[in-house]
């Protein structure tokens, strides 16, 4: 009989997060079960495909969510349990930030014993309320979380969905495991407009790579489906995409998949989507501005859904020379005209230091008196007014930026930017990027990323020395907290002519330093990527293990590279039937 019960999404609007001891990690899992996971994901997205909508990205801090919720469903009751709450008396909403997703999260699907994956999606499927979570459009990620005890066999599964506005993921293939096929399909979701100071906005163009430097990669209209070329050969295969708004703000996705018939299982844990509170900038320099302020691409312009006319008269008007292509005049009419944009609660920005760089320009500059003036506000507290002469703009119908510092403060319920144009001239208004405030230059620096939700967004520097400033530009991002990223071991012969790898796991940065500790490897850093050569000529039969380390002077940052040859006197070349589990 089936062990399948009719739970729809179960949604707590207050919650109280219970810490306690956790003595499941579902950080681990077994090649059985996490073979069993990723088939779900497969499945499911299949499903997802036939009715119409796109697949889902795996997620790591989901299925940690997912994976301990099935333990603690079968290891803390005492009889068989089929439900959504857990035995801290927390609910999915409640799991998923527990354990690290920083999206919007708390739609599950359950079943309360060990299934097949196909039969656990086909169970799903027949039931009107899974179905509905399964195939809905709000989701992005998913988690999923295989539970059996090895004793009696009883089991659990979770499935926990999420959507994260700083996210927009691509997917391989559906997720599937592997492929026997070098041309992929992709999905690149859209970025979602959040309607937010802090928020994304959507991809007007895209490139894709195969390593994370995108060397030769161009520019291309966003799609939100295409087809890659995987590099050739086999093994694990890493697909990039960067993508750029309408203002310039980057980010970068990737999805990975194995390129052949035999995927190593355990090496499946490595592959799901991730999050970090923290990213390592470089090359942070500038030859006369000591300081530097930081942003992961804040703007906010006339295009927002706030921005609006207060009074006199102003309206939109396309420019080439305005970030978007469009601006606010504030017109000639009466004393004054004036409009404003604002936002409720942009909670991103709690108690932090910023900086306001406001972005006019006005038809005639040859005034001494007052053309246009800026205020900040955070509840009742004002900043400014920034008061604006004529001859304080360099020339007339040319963008300039005026710097304000404010401080949102936690709980005011608006945050409001107003212009004015208060002088006999025109005023347009383009737009503000927001800064954190500046701090002495380091090189290279850890940034904490602000909400601690760092998914691949471009990091906008400016470099100031408190009264003049920079334009604002993109620096290169590197792993702040990097893994040891092996090389699988490497038969060869020892008739094997010299040859060399590409390892492609990081976007190594100028300025770094690549060592190798035996004579037979080498290594070099040439246009981002990391290039190992290997001659085991010298080599007697056997294992052999070299490490390369690449690390950044002045910098905690320190990468190791295990390499493993396993050399034989001769090769053979063999053909065996494919076995599809």
């Not at 690549?514 to 037979?520: H, K, L």
């Not at 990527?529 to 690390?551: C, F, K, M, N």
Request: proline letters at 7%; glycine letters at 8%; a neutral charge.
């Amino acid at each position: 009989m089936s062990k399948l019960r009719n739970f729809g999404l179960l949604v707590v609007l207050c919650s109280v997060l219970v810490t306690t001891a956790i003595a499941f990690d579902p950080t681990t899992q077994t090649p059985a079960l996490l073979y069993d996971e990723a088939l779900t994901v497969y499945y499911g997205n299949l499903a997802r495909r036939a009715a119409g909508q796109p697949p889902l990205r795996w997620n790591l801090q989901l299925t940690h969510a997912s994976r301990w919720f099935a333990w603690d469903s079968v290891e803390n009751r005492p009889m068989p349990y089929c439900g959504h709450q857990d035995t801290n008396g927390q609910w999915p909403s409640d799991r998923a930030p527990r354990f690290g997703y920083l999206g919007s999260s708390g739609t599950e699907n359950a079943y309360c014993g060990y299934m097949l994956p196909q039969d656990a999606i086909n169970g799903w499927l027949n039931s009107p309320r899974h179905r509905a979570n399964l195939l809905s459009d709000a989701h992005r990620e998913i988690g999923l979380g295989y539970y059996r005890r090895a004793s009696d066999g009883r089991g659990y599964i979770g499935q926990l969905f999420g959507n994260d506005g700083a996210y927009a993921p691509v997917i391989i293939e559906n997720e599937a495991i592997n492929t026997l096929n070098p041309e992929v399909a992709l999905y690149i979701h859209q970025t979602a407009n959040q309607n937010s100071f802090t928020g994304a906005r959507p991809a007007t163009e895209m490139m894709i790579a195969s390593e994370p430097c995108f060397v030769d990669a161009t520019w291309q209209p966003f799609a939100t489906e295409t087809r890659f070329q995987l590099p050739g050969g086999q093994g694990w295969r890493t697909v990039y995409v960067k993508t750029r708004d309408i203002v310039g703000a980057t980010r970068v996705v990737s999805d990975t998949i194995y390129l052949g018939a035999d995927p190593p299982i355990p090496e499946l844990a490595a592959t799901l989507s991730d999050r970090q509170p923290t990213v390592m900038l470089t090359d942070l320099s500038h030859p006369l501005l000591p300081q530097v302020q930081f942003s992961p691409g804040w703007f906010v312009d006339d295009t927002f859904s706030t921005f609006s006319l207060l009074w006199g008269a102003g309206e939109r008007v396309t420019d080439s020379d305005a970030y978007g292509g469009s601006a606010f005049r504030l017109n000639l009419a009466g004393m004054e005209s004036s409009a404003w944009v604002w936002e409720y609660q942009p909670t991103v920005l709690n108690n932090l230091a910023l900086v306001a760089y406001i972005r006019l320009k006005v038809a005639n500059n040859t005034s001494v008196n007052q053309v246009a003036r800026v205020a900040i506000k955070s509840g009742d507290t004002e900043y400014g007014p920034l008061v604006l002469r004529g001859i304080d703009f360099t020339a007339a119908n040319q963008y300039q930026e005026f710097a304000l510092p404010f401080v949102y403060r936690a709980g005011d319920p608006f945050l409001t930017f107003q212009f004015w144009r208060s002088g006999s001239t025109e005023v347009f208004v383009d737009g503000v990027t927001l800064f954190s405030a500046p701090r002495p230059i380091t090189n290279p620096f850890t940034l904490d990323m602000f909400g601690g939700n760092y998914r691949g967004q471009g990091i906008w520097v400016r470099y100031t020395n408190g009264v003049t400033f920079s334009d604002f530009s993109e620096i290169p991002v590197i792993p702040s907290q990097p893994i040891e990223t092996p090389v699988r071991s490497i038969l060869v012969s020892r008739q094997s002519q010299p040859f060399s790898l590409t390892i492609t796991t990081l976007c190594a940065q100028a300025g770094m330093q690549v060592t190798a500790n035996q004579p037979w490897l080498t290594a070099v850093v040439q246009r981002g990527t990391l290039r190992l050569g290997i001659d085991p000529a010298s080599l007697s039969t056997g294992s052999h293990e070299g490490q390369v380390t690449l690390t950044m002077p002045g910098s905690t940052f320190r990468l190791t590279v295990p390499v493993r040859l396993r050399v034989v006197e001769q090769l053979f070349t063999t053909f065996t039937p494919l076995v599809v589990r």
